[in-house]
């Protein structure tokens, strides 16, 4: 017997319960089990960056994804969580037109993912793996660690750091964080009748 | 490990064998953990209100009160609501109790006891911990009551509101380490109780309490216990619970505590280096001897476990002490105190590195800069060879084809 | 966050979200007994509370109509269940205003002894579950191991730790027993310094003092206008006790008893000992006063307590015989209201001339006081339903009847 | 053929991100709950997140070959700009809430042609 | 035994009995027992004898007697190899083997080339031809009853024996109305009765036996002009059996439709008969010695396929004499070197060019008939009418058999057919079985159903042929044949319990009959394609991979018409949600109709163990005898035309490439053409689980929301209606118009004449007011109209928005993938070229 490559058996795993819920997420119409679905899906997704060699990105996944974006999406469910929108139902056409739709793109994805011969397996030596923390680190700061060998000088000095997006991304946060609470701001209302029943 | 057992089994049942034991023995420390933290509470709670606590089983100290509960608490109904949604409602628990778990598997005991050597551990840690929040939001909603889902709501915005701050907090310990490895942390503070980052400079030293105070948050313990407010909520996000279900989310909620205290621990406290450097005088940690440094490991654990659990143990005290916090008060600490205290001590902590690269006591230590991957070579994996991570299948998974090239071309 | 805004109709909100209806009890943990809060809430706001009432009723007024007076001292004890001296004694007065009795010197002082112990008894309760309410544990033990000692001289006293039936009418069932007296004063000179360990973890707490100061107020006005007493009503400032504003029947028993109402003044309360401060928060009328009221109240009852072993002491003769079981009633009614931990406590008889009332009525107080908490709940948040219904210190058992 | 024994590719990624992705795009089209369809978008992101993190992975390719950092910075890029995107995305769905006592999408047609 | 000598008898006796069975029949019926009822059993033992003789000469004769090839999965060999294959799996080392002449039967056992890089053995073709009798000789002209026998043939014997045994005996059960007077409840005479006639028990099993003698006798011929003599019979055959109920309008509307809509067919099967005879001057298949010289006559396929030129197709000598007719009218000798330049010359207007577009005529000539035959595009209208016939007939001529006879054909002239006709034929074959299957999802009546699936089995087996997968096309036909008639049989046996052919009024029979419903269910299971994968499936799973297997080698090879194999797989699933839908609607469920369901029993033990025993076959007939490599696939192996087995390009359509069919079998096509098998099938049948099986979700709310994507197909694409509009009206307009134009023109000259004038003036009148004022209101009209229908687009559905974007992304992918690689081939190019 071939010796099993634990590295393809977790790469089952994970693919199998991403996929899996990703599914579920579909087909479930309970909004709650919806986003409880998501999360397995994508914790199960960090679990394919760590596969991946990609462990600083896994982790950001588990905590900003997973840990922040879907419990503020809970959250959301919560606060709108009355009895008719926990359950809605979607017409059986849509469904149909969805499944041939979506059906066809992923024919059409797969096709794409499975036809080029580059992206078959191959057998990577040992030994390459390097933590990817710091590197990260550094191209957000501009510089690029791993381009150091890069022939092409203007790719070797900053050019291809990611220092200005880094930045765009920080404002561009501050900003949506101001927008969303702007958008979400109090408002007053006048309680209808329970005021004068005292 | 599975090296080991590879002698005797094939090498899939090998690694499976030893993927297992390990399971086991963190599943163990969780358990065991438990037990003892909750007799610990008992005990310390009776104590401060002038009462003894449990007495009777077990013994004098009733050491064993903790597990006769635990008996009775499985030999109890295990009720569902009617109207509750009943498949989230049955797993929401084991939910909660996974995410403290899996925090575990990144968590050093000792200098390299760690069931995976991760890279981003630090990282790791404080993510899984925010996955247990979910487990307390699909309770609270799932269990169909109005008071679970007040409850539920309560733990979300607070659990992300505290992430952000405890977030700053974690940062400044791996600034100044260079590194998240917590490994690696843990042996840069080697030496004595002044090379603890708690001591590294006064703004570390703020920034400790702030993170202390964010961890009880993320960790719902009181005073902002606001998910299972008893006089609020009735039991917030567990009131529909009973029997091993509610036991589970107990579970879950003590090894969250030890973790973050094992966290402030490794991050603050110099993890399992003493306040003394007596491994040193002994010459134990520098030996070669496998024996020698096996020994030092053993003080070290018992230096880290100490002060783990003095961590919880002052969060007990805190528990018994203090009222709760009422929910916009809690985020009010969050936002108003919390955060911009923390980030006040991140740039104090950056600006601190900068002028005085060595801390506060002792100006030039050889750690000061260092690449991660330089760290990686000597010490990092003298460490791993000792220890699980090199063996444990997980590990091979994540570190690539290690599996490939052992096995998988012969 | 919101609060209470000046036109009532106006609630302010952070984002709209579902209104849901709660129901806060009659099992809920934090509820003092069997009382039902409806809330209607819109996330964490509350929008409306309404209380509902009658879980505990047990028709103790229609079986009054069918006992002696004497016979139905029992069942006085069990409507404040945590001050049963004082609904005895309350219940006795109004008989023996009936019965036009007059009491020896030495019952007076008795009453006025066992009757404050009572009330120190009562708020030691009400303070430790109010820090329970609140989300602390630890005083609510002090709190009690203290009580437990007042509860233990009871006992010696006249063999009940709750219901006593000790006060009666004519006097009460039994003298105190020799050797009470010092007991009692070393327990006033061991509580002092325990009242100061109560200040510092709740009074002066500072997560306490942010739940509570400005939560929950309630002005004087709408406090007279509910009919609120005791420390709810002075909570408020407004300066009234009936033990020196009652009945002159009922205010003759305090007759040379040195003690101030407590209540705010002028921004100040009464400077009797060493008090912690008024925080710069609390509002008058709010959560933090009243349950300050009543901590004080436990400093003046020990004074009083002090000046009645004095005075019983310097007594002789007899502590009052009590009438006989079936003793026949005078033709006609009569009223009589009293101080009690809780507020005003009135009883009402009414007789045809034998020896069992035609009518036997209660004027409860925390009926009154806990009227208020649909206009002190409106807007507050759910953590706060607790702290204000807390702090009004209800006994269900009184309310029910 | 057996998937337990042979290492995997970049296509085995692709896979995983090509479901993810339309599923995701699905859910959008068909889930009439807004929250629905924002969870729909995260599913969409997460499977081009896949398909970078593994364009990027030295593991699946030799260095030369792959992306390197580029695919694991884009990834990262990605998941905040998510987090953002769902911060104003739950924003405007609790202002259409608030406006419409309802997170039906299909209410949502004011500009109708 | 000798095979040589002995299978022309022993299939010859076995073509032959159900022709005795019918002279007999005809001479004597009704006077066969009561009412005729010994005429059933007298065809029954014909058929069967046939069968016995069938099935004896397969298992005792043929598989004794020829060595199966070498197994053709090089599955293990590539991976072991591990390398990618190409086309290059054939080399051309030729390799030719001559057997001496036995007795009379001129018989070559040819040789293939064939050496696979594998290390296959080589393998030579077995087969015999010859003749039994000449029936006239006219100059060149030979017409002969002759035989031509391979595997195929005598494994199409014995299945179409064996499924007419099974159809007979269950026809002498479904037929016991007809052994009295009976009573014809759909037609209504003038005084309002219902039609009273004497049964004719006796005339159905008449024609039965004539249809089968007429499709053995297609099957054994050895000559083309044979095959269309008994094509015709079929036809004929066919026809009397649509209209057996000829009192009913619709039934003899049907037969005449099938007829007209076949004659069709047939005139450019004649055309292609033509070329072929003024071209190669020969009708024969094989190779026969007919002058007694001792060396035979090349047949049709050595013609165009010689020995000499390893089997590959070449324009014959004879397509290149005719073609360059002027040229050797000129004078120019026909030398074989002027042949062989005449043959390299495919300039445009060259006379190879001229003489390979010959071939396409004859070739698609030929496929013509097939179309009209096997029911395919556009002439497919004629089958699913063809239902008003009794069900054994649906069964055995409209599924199993005769509609198969096109197919059979396609598969017999395989050899002749050039690259383009196949392009046309799987165009055609996709066409339709796209066309079909959507139009089964909406038909209620359950034979319908049937019959469109079947229209669309029979374009899958096209699709198969066109794409170069012969053995897949011929090995569906013959699973197809199984499962097929048992499911007609099984619809039968529905109809026959309920008295109707509406699927809404049954439901839950399943219960009532159970052996019925669940022998239907094994053959959806069968049509669906169920198996585990890679493991065993039921007969439908090995034929239909097999067909997507070689579709997707030939989408591998041809990106540009990767549409068929998207269009076959998603045709997959459409067959496993309809026939799902049907089994729901007929078995599962509550009863629709309570009254119908009291009265439904199960049928006659006569009925169903034919079922079973076809059932079992529809389960069994994919599989390899046990402990053998023996099974129909490999019968198919060695019967394939020798010279196919490699890749061959179009001639005019350069870049149109015919994958060998062996690349089918490469992992890299047939692992994920199983995959996209099963997964396909199980969509769809998931799909009628939820529709139909578990109703979460409600059908009639999926029409009334896809309202005239509904109408289009309950109206079966307007296929009727268009013709009705393009052949039928015209005819009657142009002769109404011709009656017209006497009265009208001559007449009405003068009047126009006068009426002139004053017309004029009003032209000029309206040209000023409705051409140049209409001119400038027209085009306001037109922008108004299209911004509405823009308008229309905007519908304010953020998930109708969502779709938009679904589908533009889809067209993209594929806008660029089959149609505009061009443009970004060389980026891709770089990026496969990178280690």
């Known amino acids: ?198 | 490990m599975a090296e080991y057992l590879q002698q005797y089994l094939p090498q899939s049942l090998a690694y499976l064998t030893a993927a297992l034991v390990h399971a086991v023995l963190i599943l163990v420390v969780v358990a065991l953990g438990t037990l003892i933290f909750i007799w610990l509470e008992r005990k310390v709670s009776g104590r401060i209100q002038d009462r003894l606590g449990p007495t009777r089983v077990g013994g004098k100290f009733g050491w064993l009160q903790t597990l006769a509960d635990g008996l009775k608490l499985i030999t109890k109904e295990d009720l569902r609501p009617a109207s509750a949604d009943s498949m989230l409602f049955l797993i929401a628990p084991y939910v909660s109790l996974c995410a403290s778990y899996v925090a575990y598997i990144a968590l050093p005991f000792a200098d390299g006891w760690v069931a995976i050597h991760l890279n981003v551990a630090v990282f790791f840690i404080v993510a899984v911990l925010g996955l247990e929040v979910f487990g307390v939001m699909l309770a609270g909603y799932a269990s169909g009551s109005k008071w679970s889902l007040f409850g539920a709501m309560r733990e979300a915005a607070q659990v992300v509101s505290y992430e952000v701050p405890l977030g700053i907090c974690v940062v400044v310990p791996v600034l100044i380490a260079g590194t998240m490895d917590l490994v690696a942390i843990g042996q840069m503070q080697a030496g004595w109780f002044f090379n603890w980052f708690l001591f590294h400079d006064p703004f570390t030293f703020i920034v400790f309490w702030v993170y202390f105070t964010c961890a009880t948050a993320s960790v719902n313990r009181a005073p902002f216990d606001l998910a299972e407010a008893e006089s609020e909520l009735v039991a917030g996000f567990h009131t529909e619970y009973s029997g091993v279900r509610w036991s589970i989310f107990f579970m879950a909620e003590y090894s969250s505590m030890v973790v973050v205290s094992a966290l402030a621990a490794i991050l603050f406290f110099g993890g399992w280096n003493g306040p003394l450097p007596i491994t040193h005088w002994l010459g134990l940690a520098d030996s070669a001897n496998p024996l020698a440094h096996y020994v030092a490991n053993l003080l070290g654990l018992i230096n880290f476990l100490g002060k783990a659990i003095a961590g919880v143990t002052f969060m007990m005290w805190v528990r018994w002490t203090l009222p709760r916090l009422r929910i916009d008060q809690v985020m009010a600490t969050c936002l108003k105190y919390c955060t911009p205290i923390a980030a006040f001590g991140f740039a104090g902590a950056v600006i601190w590195t900068f002028l005085f690269p060595g801390g506060l006591v002792i100006p030039n230590k050889d750690w000061v800069v260092q690449e991660e991957y330089q760290l990686d070579e000597p010490q990092a994996q003298s460490a791993a060879s000792t220890s699980a991570a090199s063996t444990s299948p997980l590990a091979h998974a994540d570190s690539g084809l290690h599996a490939e090239e052992h096995h998988g071309t012969d | ?401 | 053929m057996n998937l337990l024994t042979e290492p995997i590719g970049v296509s085995h990624y692709l896979i995983v991100g090509a479901i993810m992705f339309v599923t995701g795009a699905l859910c959008m089209a068909t889930k009439r709950n807004a929250l629905g369809v924002l969870m729909g978008i995260e599913l969409v992101l997460n499977g081009a997140n896949v398909n970078f993190v593994a364009f990027g992975s030295e593991y699946l390719r030799p260095g030369a070959v792959s992306m390197g950092l580029d695919g694991q910075l884009i990834a990262l890029f990605v998941i905040v700009l998510a987090a953002a995107e769902a911060a104003v995305a739950l924003a405007i769905v609790l202002n259409f809430y608030n406006n419409h006592s309802s997170v039906d999408v299909d209410k949502a047609d004011e500009l109708k042609g | 035994m000798d095979p040589v000598s002995t299978l022309p008898v022993l299939l010859g006796l076995a073509w032959l009995v159900p022709l005795a069975s019918f002279t007999l029949i005809v001479l004597f019926g009704p006077r066969m027992g009561k009412a005729g009822i010994g005429a059933g059993y007298l065809a029954t033992g014909a058929i069967l004898t046939s069968a016995i003789l069938s099935s004896f000469s397969l298992f005792f004769v043929w598989i004794p007697a020829y060595d199966m090839p070498e197994p053709s999965h090089p599955v293990a060999a590539d991976s072991a190899h591990g390398g990618a294959h190409e086309a290059e799996v054939h080399d051309e080392a030729a390799h030719k083997e001559e057997h001496g002449d036995d007795d009379h039967g001129e018989q070559h056992a040819e040789s293939s080339h064939g050496e696979h890089d594998g290390g296959h053995a080589h393998f030579d073709k077995p087969e015999i031809a010859g003749e039994w009798y000449t029936l006239g000789k006219f100059g060149s002209l030979r017409i002969t009853i002759g035989y031509y026998i391979d595997s195929l043939t005598v494994m199409m014997f014995a299945m179409v024996t064996f499924i007419a045994t099974c159809i007979h005996f269950y026809a002498i059960g479904y037929m016991h109305d007809e052994l009295h007077d009976y009573v014809d409840h759909e037609v209504t005479l003038e005084d309002g009765q219902h039609l009273h006639r004497p049964g004719r028990f006796h005339r159905f099993f008449q024609y039965l036996s004539l249809f089968c003698f007429s499709m053995l006798g297609l099957v054994i011929a050895g000559n083309i002009a044979m095959v269309f003599v008994f094509w015709e019979l079929v036809g004929i055959c066919s026809y009397f059996l649509i209209g057996f109920y000829i009192e009913r309008k619709s039934a003899s509307n049907a037969a005449n439709k099938a007829f007209i809509v076949n004659r069709v067919g047939d005139f450019g099967m004649i055309i292609g008969l033509m070329v072929i005879f003024a071209t190669l001057g020969t009708f024969a298949f094989g190779d026969v010695d007919a002058d007694g010289d001792g060396t035979p006559e090349p047949g049709i396929f050595s013609q165009v396929r010689s020995p000499e030129n390893d089997y590959a197709l070449v324009v014959p000598d004879g397509v290149i004499k005719a073609a360059a007719a002027s040229e050797i009218a000129k004078g120019v000798e026909a030398t074989p070197e002027q042949i062989q330049s005449w043959r390299e010359d495919m300039e445009p207007g060259g006379v190879g060019r001229w003489a390979y577009w010959l071939m396409i005529i004859a070739g698609v000539g030929i496929f013509c008939g097939c179309v009209g035959k096997s029911a395919q595009f556009p002439l497919h209208v004629w089958l699913p009418d063809a239902m008003e016939g009794p069900t054994p007939v649906s069964a055995l001529v409209h599924s199993a058999t005769m509609v198969a006879a096109g197919v059979y054909l396609v598969g017999r002239f395989f050899p002749f057919f050039v690259p383009e006709v196949l392009l046309v034929i799987a165009i055609i074959g996709c066409i339709t079985l796209f066309v079909a299957a959507t139009i089964a999802i909406t038909a209620v009546d359950i034979k319908r159903v049937l019959a469109y699936s079947t229209v669309s089995q029979l374009g899958y087996m096209m699709l198969a042929l066109g794409v170069g997968g012969w053995s897949a096309g011929v090995f569906h036909l013959m699973t197809h044949a199984f499962f097929k008639s048992l499911l007609f049989m099984c619809s039968g046996s529905v109809i026959h319990a309920v008295h109707t052919n509406d699927m809404t009024h049954m439901g839950g029979l399943r219960k009532k009959m159970p052996w019925t419903a669940y022998t239907m269910l094994v053959g959806c299971l069968a049509i669906m394609g169920a198996g585990v994968p890679f493991t065993i499936g039921l007969s439908g799973h090995y034929s239909k991979d097999a067909i997507l297997a070689q579709a997707m080698s030939f989408e591998a090879a041809n990106p540009m018409l990767g549409w068929l194999f998207y269009v076959a797989a998603a045709g997959a699933a459409i067959t496993a949600f309809y026939m799902f839908r049907l089994w729901f609607l007929t078995c599962a469920g509550e009863p629709r109709d309570k009254h119908r369901y009291d009265h439904a029993h199960e049928s006659p033990k006569v009925m169903y163990v034919p079922l079973v025993i076809l059932a079992v076959m529809a389960v069994i007939v994919g599989w390899s005898i046990y402990g053998t490599p023996v099974g129909i696939q490999k019968l198919l192996e060695q019967a394939r035309p020798m010279g196919i087995l490699t890749t061959a390009h179009g001639a005019l359509l350069t870049d149109l490439v015919h994958p060998d069919e062996h690349l089918s079998h490469l992992e890299e096509f047939h692992v994920a053409s199983t995959w996209y098998a099963t997964l396909t099938g199980l969509a769809g049948l998931g799909l009628a689980i939820v529709f139909y099986g578990v109703r979460v979700l409600n059908p009639a709310e999926v029409a009334n929301q896809f309202k005239r994507v509904y109408k289009f197909l309950v109206n079966k694409w307007y296929f009727d209606e268009l013709y009705n509009v393009i052949f039928v009206k015209p005819v009657l307009l142009v002769s109404s118009r011709v009656a017209d134009f006497d009265k009208k023109v001559i007449d009405g000259l003068i009047d126009t004449l006068a009426i002139g004038t004053r017309m004029i003036a009003r032209l000029d009148d309206m040209i000023d007011r409705y051409f140049v004022d209409g001119l400038i209101n027209a085009f306001a009209g037109w922008t108004y109209a299209v911004a509405l229908w823009f308008r229309g687009a905007e519908t304010g559905r953020l998930r109708q928005y969502v779709m938009f974007i679904v589908l533009g992304t889809v067209v993209l992918f594929i806008l660029i993938t089959f149609y505009l690689s061009a443009p970004l081939a060389p980026s891709l190019s770089t990026l496969e070229g990178r280690p």
């Open chain 3, 1 to 401: 966050m919101a609060t209470q805004t000046d036109d009532p109709r106006i609630i302010e909100f952070d984002v709209r979200t579902d209104e849901m209806l709660v129901n806060m009890g009659p099992q809920h943990p934090s509820t003092h007994g069997v009382l039902r809060l409806v809330l209607r809430t819109d996330g964490e706001i509350v929008s409306e509370a309404t209380p509902h009432i009658g879980y505990l009723h047990r028709c103790a007024e229609k079986i009054g109509e069918n006992l002696t007076p004497r016979q139905w001292i029992p069942y006085t004890d069990r409507m404040d269940y945590l001050a049963g001296m004082n609904m005895n004694l309350g219940w006795s007065l109004a008989v023996e205003k009936l019965m036009n009795l007059e009491l020896p010197e030495k019952a007076r002082h008795l009453r006025v002894l066992i009757a404050e112990m009572n009330r120190i008894a009562s708020h030691l309760v009400g303070m430790g579950a109010y820090g329970l309410d609140l989300g602390t544990f630890s005083p609510f033990l002090y709190a009690f191991r203290e009580r437990e000692k007042i509860l233990d001289l009871f006992e010696e006293v006249c063999g009940a730790r709750l219901t006593y039936s000790y006060i009666t009418v004519g006097g009460a069932t039994a003298d105190l027993p020799p050797g009470w007296l010092q007991k009692c004063e070393a327990f006033l000179d061991q509580l002092r310094p325990v009242i100061d360990e109560y200040h510092a973890l709740l009074t002066t707490n500072a997560i306490f003092v942010r739940r509570t100061a400005g939560i929950g107020v309630l002005s004087a006005e709408k406090a007279i206008d509910y009919g609120c007493t005791g420390p709810v009503l002075r909570g408020s400032g407004v300066d009234y006790d009936l033990r020196r504003d009652g009945e002159q029947r009922y205010t003759e028993m305090y007759d040379g008893y040195a003690f101030e109402v407590i209540v705010e003044r002028d921004g100040h309360y009464p400077k009797d000992h060493d008090y912690p401060p008024v925080p710069k928060t609390a509002v008058l009328g709010d959560c933090w006063h009243r349950f300050y009221v009543r901590m004080l109240e436990v400093m003046q009852a020990m004074d009083l307590v002090r000046q009645a072993i004095d005075r019983y002491s310097m007594c002789s003769g007899d502590w009052g015989t009590p009438v006989k079981l079936t003793e026949k009633l005078p033709k006609g009614d009569a009223y009589m209201e009293t101080e009690c931990p809780r507020g005003q406590m009135g009883f009402y008889i009414v007789s045809n001339g034998g020896s069992i009332p035609l009518r036997a009525r209660a004027r409860s107080s925390s009926f009154c006081n806990l009227s208020v908490t649909y206009d002190l709940c409106r807007g507050c948040l759910i953590a706060d339903v607790p702290a204000i219904v807390g702090s009004l210190d209800i006994v269900m058992g009184e309310i029910d009847r």
């Open chain 1, 1 to 198: 017997m071939e010796p099993i490559n634990w590295h393809s058996v977790f790469f089952l795993l994970f693919a199998l319960v991403g996929c899996g819920f990703s599914v579920a997420v579909l087909l479930t119409s309970n909004v709650v089990r919806m986003a409880f679905y998501l999360v397995l899906a994508l914790a199960a997704t960090s679990g394919l960056f760590f596969l991946a060699g990609a462990d600083f990105v896994g982790a950001m996944q588990i905590m900003i994804y997973v840990g922040g974006t879907l419990v503020l999406l809970i959250f959301g469910v919560m606060l709108t969580a009355r009895g008719p929108f926990i359950s809605m139902r979607t017409p059986a056409g849509e469904w149909i037109l969805g499944a041939i739709i979506g059906g066809s793109l992923l024919v059409v994805l797969l096709s794409a993912a499975t036809s080029v011969r580059a992206w078959r397996p191959v057998a990577v030596a040992e030994g390459e793996a390097r933590p990817t923390a710091t590197r990260l680190g550094m191209a957000l700061l501009g510089a690029r660690v791993d381009k150091l060998e890069e022939p092409d000088p203007t790719q070797r000095e900053g050019m291809s750091g990611y220092l200005l997006p880094f930045e765009i991304v920080s404002v561009h946060l501050l900003v949506v964080l101001v927008g969303s609470a702007y958008l979400a701001r109090p408002k007053k209302r006048a309680v209808g009748s329970t005021a004068e029943t005292v």
